[in-house]
């Protein structure tokens, strides 16, 4: 299956149309361009993928401002077209509003992806979701070492049997290894019925490692929780001292409050006592009275709120207390208070394996073992595949590459299948070479089944002097199109004449907006 077209369109109007021939696409720039850059030849790769069912948001981040208005303003959607050279078919996706089309009939996310896979392979199992296959093998980016060349697949590592589900098999059936189609079919199922036991809860779910370590009572939440915990205990002793002080002012004030008479009174009852010595005795005394009562009431009221005072520094410590028992391993509260996230990073991590390793045991009955999976390539395909892949990587690197089959595949880390048996060390450059060299070799491993014959590789600004050439006639010696994206600068004016570009775009002339628009 090859791409034949790929175009950008509105209601009114055709933004782009860029037609691709069964060979060698080179998307670039002017000659006398020496930047090319934000002009839309990495967004052509994007667009492609999008149509063969790449996640559209991760995507979406990756487009500038300016795209991502035209897009919104003119409700943009693309076609593209693919073909097996008798029968065309055309995805459709409307950018804007998130839908999709297979040759004209609207479809769900999930039974898209699921048509594209049909559409392009042959004999997949089911539980390999079409993003498992196109994204790893098919659309290169750039590689950060040699082990990432053999690409990895999205998978949860805790276990063996996830491993196999969409790992193992993904590369069996690559490498079309028709002497264990049964021996996959069988594990898958040994597999499929393991997770149908857990759904049912007749056996340990191997997630529940997690539940185990939310319920222990060392329990280790997360940083940020951690740390609102500390800003809460800081809070605490300040609302604690706070309330120490009010405490301390209002009993101050209680031991000055007294019965006190006023002495402009006494002065003027002594004036008045030679006249009416009944009379002012009298009121002398309801005054004194008078001021006892108010008296005793202002600390009756003190003694009030020194009570509940008392009840809320008493609550606030008790706060206090079971912070600092939750945070003693991890915070020194007699000095700085600061989250010591090493020690905390280190006791989740062997919490979690323990707790891992239990269940693990537990669910021992439906494991598969390294023996299993290993078996899963026989030799002769690991051979015919290398004689491939060496053939290869000689014409373009000058050096014969070849893989075995990995014999660490241990659920601790994320191990791919197969392994370079020599790992010289790689350049950014090299590492394209090999990872183009890999992928045209799982594609010549399958020209006597339905099978995409492409490779989009985006391979611009980020390395020089790379032998395009001869990966280029690897490409179209065994009819393989190759679509890449790569500066003018990078390309010599012989290749340029041999493989003219199908599309030239420039700061004048962008993806999304043509010259003349």
Excluded: C
Excluded at 141 to 157: A, G, H, K, Q, T
Excluded at 387 to 413: A, M
Excluded at 418 to 436: A, I, M, P, R
Aim: hydrophobic letters at 35%.
């Amino acid at each position: 299956m090859y791409i034949k077209k790929l175009e950008i369109k509105t209601i009114a109007k055709t933004i782009r149309s860029i037609s691709f021939n069964d060979s060698i696409n080179i998307i670039t720039t002017p000659e006398n361009d020496e930047q090319g850059n934000n002009v839309g030849k990495s967004t052509v790769i994007d667009l492609i993928d999008i149509a063969l069912g790449a996640k559209f948001d991760s995507k979406w981040k990756k487009f500038s401002t300016a795209i991502q208005k035209i897009i919104n303003d003119s409700q943009v959607f693309i076609e593209l077209q693919i073909t097996d050279g008798q029968r065309e078919h055309t995805l459709k996706v409307d950018l804007a509003n998130k839908k999709y089309f297979v040759n004209g009939l609207p479809k769900k996310v999930g039974e898209y992806g699921d048509n594209i896979r049909d559409l392009l392979f042959e004999g997949v199992p089911n539980n390999i979701r079409n993003r498992k296959l196109i994204p790893r093998f098919l659309i290169l980016e750039l590689p950060s070492n040699e082990e990432r060349v053999i690409r990895y697949l999205d998978f949860n590592s805790s276990t063996q049997n996830e491993m196999l589900g969409v790992y193992e098999a993904t590369y069996a059936y690559f490498l079309n290894d028709s002497s264990k189609r049964v021996q996959v079919s069988e594990l898958l199922d040994e597999r499929n019925i393991q997770f149908k036991a857990e759904k049912k809860g007749k056996s340990v779910k191997i997630n529940e490692a997690v539940e185990v370590l939310e319920n222990s009572t060392r329990n280790l939440k997360g940083y940020d929780e951690k740390n609102n915990q500390i800003k809460e205990y800081q809070y605490l002793i300040d609302q604690s001292q706070s309330l120490q002080l009010e405490k301390d002012l209002l009993e101050s004030e209680v031991q000055q409050v007294g019965v006190k008479t006023d002495e402009e009174i006494i002065k003027i009852l002594i004036s008045e006592l030679s006249n009416q010595l009944p009379s002012a005795q009298e009121a002398f005394q309801k005054i004194v009275k008078f001021n006892q009562s108010r008296e005793q009431n202002r600390r009756n009221y003190l003694d009030k709120q020194i009570i509940n005072i008392e009840k809320e520094i008493s609550t606030t410590e008790v706060k206090l207390q079971k912070i600092r028992q939750e945070l003693d391993d991890y915070v020194n509260f007699s000095e700085k208070k600061t989250f010591d996230f090493k020690k905390y990073n280190a006791d989740l991590s062997v919490n979690f394996k323990k707790a891992l390793t239990v269940k693990v045991e537990q669910s021992s009955e439906v494991n598969i073992s390294d023996k299993q999976i290993n078996s899963l390539f026989s030799g002769d395909v690991i051979a015919h595949f290398n004689k491939i892949l060496e053939q290869f990587t000689r014409e373009i690197i000058g050096v014969s590459y070849s893989v075995e089959v990995n014999q660490d595949l241990s659920p601790e880390k994320r191990a791919v299948p197969l392994v370079f048996v020599d790992n010289q060390g790689s350049s950014t450059g090299l590492l394209h070479q090999l990872e183009f060299a890999f992928t045209a070799a799982v594609i010549a491993m399958n020209t006597k089944r339905k099978f995409p014959k492409f490779i989009l590789q985006d391979i611009n600004e980020v390395t020089d002097e790379d032998p395009f050439d001869k990966m280029f006639e690897v490409a179209k010696r065994n009819k393989i199109q190759f679509i890449a994206p790569i500066l003018s600068s990078k390309l010599s004016k012989e290749i340029k004449e041999k493989y003219p570009p199908v599309l030239t775009l420039s700061n004048d002339d962008k993806l999304f907006e043509p010259r003349g628009r």
